[in-house]
């Protein structure tokens, strides 16, 4: 029985870590999309300005 909830323990500790890794991977992702979006709204944004402006 101790053998057995050792390994259903390891088995989820192992899933732990590779949906931490997931969850990581995406928050990076998130990161890097959410600066290229900030950037082209503000170029866009600037674009606009000039053509205003004009």
Not at 1 to 22: P, Q
């Amino acid at each position: 029985m101790l053998e057995e909830t050792k390994k259903e323990l390891a088995c989820a500790k192992c899933e732990h870590e590779a949906i931490k890794l997931k969850l990581d991977s995406y928050s990076n992702s998130r990161y890097v999309l959410d600066h290229i979006i900030d950037i082209q709204r503000k170029k866009e944004m600037s674009s606009i300005n000039r053509v205003l402006l004009q």
